[in-house]
């Protein structure tokens, strides 16, 4: 998982890296320079003869001020034609070059334009204007220049200009559109206000995408190697601060458009206009074609033919007209609402929330975070008296170090978390109660004596045991076969420890078929009566074993039973004290422990390994150190305490990154839900609350009060 982190990491650092290049280099090219729409994208460079011309042009036409008819007035200053590094490069396009005329006093009223994009033509290259034309440019400080038309170029301009008080001649067939003869009036200059803005900046799509980006990289960074951390983190909080700058940032002057506030009389010429060839019923303000919403077309007929006030951006497109319609209005009553960004940061947030949940451990964090922000304690406690007395909170960091007994654990499977079951030696019991006694069992050592009466038996020492005749064993040796010279004794101890009627069925009735008696009680009273005192039984080798198996067998049960009642004895510690576990399972005492499982032995090595552990762990050294992860009392008053190794410093800051993640992209989630579901909703009835607006403005039964409800 670290390597696919670490790689993950490199390609979105790189790709934030190229993006963010990419976004510096086209901030600092300013508007003015930027590729023209009418361009060829590949241009050819100025010759030196060009740029000496043009040096020369400008020289010549220093009191040529660079004004347009939607330009601000002399009292706000203008721009000069000036060279750039952009200028270097002569771009060629083949267009219609319009011509655009206002009232006004300023020496040059002319303007002309390549669609939309407004050029700076020489005064006396007017003539040589054609439907179709061959224009060469430059890009300057404020506007592109014109250095060629039709076959002249501005090296012959220089050279041989007529006066500048020659009138210029307009062929029949140039796309020039002449001042007419209705005049329109410039009032002022001012910029878009902050809602006419908000309608044509972006949605906000690009913003909510970087914070996504981040969210991302934070929660990679929850993964990722250490060294890795530090610059994800770094990334993530850069472009938290740029996305979300972007999207609620205030538009600076600069960042705002001029509109041009115009006074005139708007009329419908049903003609095709010449910048744009696709409108009929083109409505004019003078010569100049405006541009309407499309939701204002069923209201402006009430202004056509009357003196009205209209302002414009430079583009012709209407931002207000006369009393009612305007833009900036629509945005104050009626608020553009833009959901796309609130459903990318959902989404991202949802993600982010399903990642969190699938591949981070949360419980710790969580629980650590809280304790650390409500301040922690370190707590040294060498006796129970003083853990008694602390007060203790989750969060805290304990150190214990005492004599207490391991926790027993009561489930006898052969897969157990540890090898050494029953006692589990990752809590300790910690109280000032004596310890317990070791185990004991009576049907255990009488389970031993049956083992060691039967064992003895079937293997005895032939040559020191008195009761058989030297002659007879050697002759039973040399037979095979195996003499049981107490048969007695094994009746007698089988009955002792299995008294029950239910107990040893199957070595009770081998013992009685050996006997050739009727029944088992039967047989256990002439043991006691004296009645086999004397009575041999030979076995073959095969009986010999079944028996001895079947002895084996039948005390096993009684050690497991004996076994689990002792475990259950040693599982019920004094009321009080305390349960210090490590909810890692490390453990907290220094004895070596067996490697293998205690259960996966037989009946009386289970019984055996039960009573040395237990001299062992009943009472035992232990030190127990980390942070307090769960606190709880149980019902014989023992205060359980769960302890955590103590984190170090990139872990803690994981896990108050992880717990801060988690809150961030809840909120972001919940908050961008309900902002989707409010935007949906009103987005879907703001064009009909637009037209009932603006048709209760243009009623005039309708009182004004009826009006400001409407809003």
Not at 272 to 278: A, M, P, R
Request: aromatic share 8%; proline share 6%; glycine share 4%.
């Amino acid at each position: 998982m670290s390597t696919i982190a670490i790689v993950l990491a490199v390609l979105l650092t790189c790709a934030i890296a190229f993006i963010a290049y990419r976004l510096y280099r086209q901030r600092l090219i300013p508007a003015s320079i930027k590729r023209l729409p009418t361009l060829h994208p590949v241009p050819r460079k100025m010759n030196a003869a060009e740029r000496e011309a043009v040096e020369q042009y400008f020289q010549l036409n220093k009191h040529l001020q660079y004004s347009s008819p939607l330009a601000a007035p002399p009292t706000q200053g203008f721009e000069f034609l000036a060279l750039t590094t952009q200028s270097e490069n002569v771009y060629a396009v083949t267009h219609a070059i319009t011509r655009y005329g206002l009232a006004t006093d300023a020496p040059h009223k002319w303007r002309y334009y390549l669609d939309s994009t407004e050029v700076h033509l020489p005064p006396l290259w007017e003539q040589y204007i054609a439907e179709d034309n061959h224009v060469e440019l430059i890009k300057t400080a404020s506007i592109p220049l014109v250095i060629a038309l039709n076959g002249h170029s501005l090296v012959d301009y220089m050279y041989a200009a007529p006066p500048a008080s020659t009138p210029p001649q307009v062929v029949p067939n140039s796309s020039m559109r002449e001042q007419e003869t209705e005049q329109v009036e410039l009032i002022d200059i001012r910029k878009e206000t902050v809602q006419e803005y908000a309608l044509n900046r972006p949605s906000g799509m690009r913003e909510a995408a970087i914070l996504s980006l981040s969210l991302l990289l934070l929660f990679v960074s929850l993964l990722a190697p250490v060294l890795a951390v530090p610059w994800l983190v770094a990334i993530a909080a850069l472009l938290i601060i740029w996305g979300g700058w972007r999207l609620f940032r205030r538009p600076s002057e600069r960042a705002r458009q001029d509109v041009h506030c115009l006074r005139g009389t708007p009329k419908r010429w049903g003609l095709f206009g010449e910048s744009d060839q696709n409108r009929i019923n083109t409505i004019s303000l003078g010569i100049i074609d405006l541009t309407y919403p499309a939701h204002w077309l069923p209201f402006i007929s009430h202004d056509m033919g009357k003196k009205t006030n209209v302002d414009i951006y430079v583009n012709r497109q209407v931002v207000r007209q006369g009393k009612y319609l305007s833009l900036h209005d629509e945005m104050v009553y009626f608020p553009l609402q833009r959901w796309g960004k609130n459903g990318v940061l959902f989404g991202s947030s949802l993600l982010i929330l399903c990642l969190l949940l699938t591949y981070v451990p949360l419980t710790l964090p969580l629980t650590l975070s809280m304790a650390w922000l409500k301040g922690a304690q370190d707590i040294q406690a060498l006796d129970v008296n003083t853990l008694q007395n602390a007060q203790l909170r989750i969060g805290d960091t304990l150190h214990a170090q005492g004599s207490g007994m391991c926790y027993v654990d009561t489930t006898l499977t052969s897969g157990a978390k540890d090898p050494f079951l029953p006692f589990d030696c990752a809590s300790i019991y910690w109280n000032n109660a004596e310890p317990l006694p070791l185990p004991e069992s009576e049907a255990v050592d009488k389970a031993m004596v049956l083992l060691n009466t039967v064992n003895t038996q079937l293997h005895p020492e032939l040559d020191n045991d008195p009761k058989i005749n030297p002659g007879l064993a050697s002759a039973i040796q040399k037979s095979g076969m195996i003499l049981l010279d107490d048969f007695a004794d094994i009746v007698l101890k089988t009955q002792d420890l299995c008294h029950e009627d239910g107990a040893c069925l199957r070595l009770k009735t081998a013992l009685v078929n050996l006997a050739n008696a009727r029944d088992w009680p039967t047989l256990v009273k002439r043991a006691r009566n004296g009645a086999l005192k004397g009575v041999n039984v030979l076995l073959r080798p095969v009986s010999a074993e079944t028996l001895q198996n079947l002895v084996a067998t039948a005390t096993s049960s009684f050690f497991t039973s004996e076994t689990r009642l002792a475990i259950n004895a040693l599982n019920s510690p004094s009321p009080g004290g305390f349960l210090i576990q490590s909810d890692e399972g490390k453990l907290l005492v220094d004895h070596p422990l067996p490697t293998s499982s205690l259960y996966n032995s037989s009946g009386l090595d289970q019984w055996r390994g039960l009573q040395h552990l237990s001299s062992m762990l009943l009472h035992t050294p232990f030190r127990a150190q980390g942070v307090i992860t769960n606190l709880s009392v149980d019902a014989n008053g023992t205060r359980h305490i769960s302890l955590h190794s103590e984190p170090d410093v990139i872990t803690v800051w994981r896990y108050l990154g992880t717990t801060l993640l988690l809150l961030v992209v809840i909120v972001s989630a919940l908050a961008n839900v309900v902002l989707l579901v409010v935007r949906l909703g009103k987005s879907r009835h703001r064009a009909q609350d637009i037209q009932r607006y603006y048709e209760s403005c243009f009623n005039p039964s309708m009182p004004d009060a009826a009006v400001k409800a409407l809003r």
